[in-house]
Every structure is written in C-alpha cells, then in structure tokens.
C-alpha cells in the first residue's frame, strides 16, 4: 500500500471523537485499521472496539472512510451491546456461531470466584450460554438481509442486549476464542483465575498491506492450564480453522501462533 493510502487511514480517524487535544499517532492509527483489514479478511469474526470513546455512528462513518481508501471489501456491521460497540463480518460471525452451536456443548469455563479454581461449566449454564448465543446468532442473521439490499460500503448498525448476558462470555464467543469465561455476576464480579496457571495463547501476523513492518497482534487469550487436556481438542480445531481462513487470505503474511503459561495475582475480565 503506497504512502498517500496510509496517510488516508489516519485521516480516516478524524471522525472519531475522541477526548484528547491530540489525535492518534500514525502507528495506532495503523494497528486500528489493521484490527479492522483482520476483521474484513475474515481471520476474526469481530473486533471489541476499545480505541477511545466513541459511539456506533462515528463508529460507522470510521469504517466507512476506510472503505474510501479500498482497504475493505466485505460488509461490516457494527453491533451495540449495552455501552460496547463491535465491528463484525456479518458472514464470517455468523458461520464462526453456526460452528459453535453446533458443536459438542459450548466450551465455557466456569470462574466464578466462590469456585476457587476453575471447571468446565455445569450442562445447565451450558445450555443457557447457548440459548444466548443463539438469540445473537438470529439477530446477525436478520440484519443480512439488511446488508444485502445497501450499497456497498455502506456500514450498517444494529443494536442487542440482555441484562441476563454475562458480557464476559457473549464477547468471548464474537470474538472467536476457542473457549469463553463466565462467572456468576449476582455474587461477584471477581473471578478465582489469580494465582493459577494460565495457558496464553497470542496470534500475530505481519500486515504489508498497510505498511512493511507492521506486525499485528490479533489475538490473545487464555485457557486454565488445569483444564487444558479437557479443551485440547477444541483449541487445536481452532487452530487448524484459523490456518486454512489465513492460507485464503493475502493482506496478512507470517502467521504466529505463540503459546505460554503464566501465574498472575489477578486477571480482570
């Protein structure tokens, strides 16, 4: 991508507000637009907005000035979930949940801190996680046919919740990690993950679609090294699924998939 394209992606930024006398700099102007090209390359079902305060209309007008530049070519959704904005692939979200439900039970780890350590959720929390992920997956579905009938380039929006939703999990399934977290909300919002050995999983690729050197960190999640064997099958899917969307790809080169176990006196959710 030739240097006028990149300065177009940090003036693409301007129509995020954002609470600072001073913009982003041009290399987190980059990683943004790079968290998005992931998205629309369908590596990554969606991405958990988290740049600076904005809402889903200058959200919206963001993703479409990128779209100006012909950084984009799929249709991307932006979906509201209480005060959380994400920027969904439509079609990748709702194949990725597809897969999900239909699998072999929901892969959710119950952390709720009266647990101590964490266990696989009990078949009841599974089977109402799934009912959620379900109301989700229908309403994705729903706004297709809204996508299919706008022009291209055009971003559209939709909003769902329910105060029922541990937020926790539902992101953790639309963001495509192999497995999610949950823990009970009506007791606490501590988790029992301090202290205990956590399997990190970090994905990254270069992005010479956007600049040379640009090396973006896609993904980074973890598994409890307890239940590690327990998810093994799971994960390993993952990977595999992850490797063939990428082989079908060319904005991203040099896939890494980075594993280690850590020890942390507190993880926050």
């Known amino acids: 991508m030739e240097a006028v394209r990149r300065e177009q992606l940090v003036f693409a930024t301007q129509s995020l507000r954002m609470n600072r006398k001073k913009g982003f700099s041009k290399s987190r102007c980059l990683q943004l637009a ?57 079609n990748r979200t709702i194949r990725h949940l597809e897969r999900t439900l239909q699998g072999n039970g929901l892969p959710v780890i119950d952390v709720s801190l009266h647990r101590k350590i964490p266990r696989l959720a009990e078949s009841w929390l599974t089977q109402q996680v799934e009912a959620q992920v379900d109301i989700i997956w229908k309403h994705l579905k729903s706004q297709v046919i809204h996508a299919e009938i706008s022009t291209p380039g055009v971003v559209t929006a939709s909003e769902i919740f329910s105060p029922e939703w541990n937020l926790c999990t539902v992101f953790g399934f639309l963001l495509g990690f192999p497995a999610s977290y949950w823990f009970d909300s009506n007791q606490s919002f501590e988790n029992c993950l301090g202290m205990t050995q956590l399997r990190a999983f970090s994905v990254s690729a270069f992005c010479p679609r956007i600049t040379e050197n640009l090396n973006h960190r896609m993904y980074s999640f973890s598994v409890p090294e ?44």
Request: aromatic letters at 10%; hydrophobic letters at 45%.
């Open 34 to 90: 790079a968290e998005i090209l992931a998205v629309d390359s369908g590596l990554k079902p969606s991405f958990l907005f988290d740049y600076c305060v904005s809402n889903a209309e200058q959200i919206q007008n963001y993703v479409q000035e990128l779209w100006k530049t012909g950084l984009l070519s799929e249709h991307l959704h932006v979906l509201s979930i209480q005060d959380n904005i994400l920027i969904t692939n439509l």
């Open 226 to 269: 307890i239940l590690y064997l327990d998810l093994w099958s799971m994960v390993e899917t993952w990977q595999r699924n992850l490797q063939s969307d990428f082989n079908k790809q060319s904005s991203f080169c040099d896939l890494c998939i980075s594993t280690e176990v850590v020890c942390l006196p507190g993880i926050t959710l």
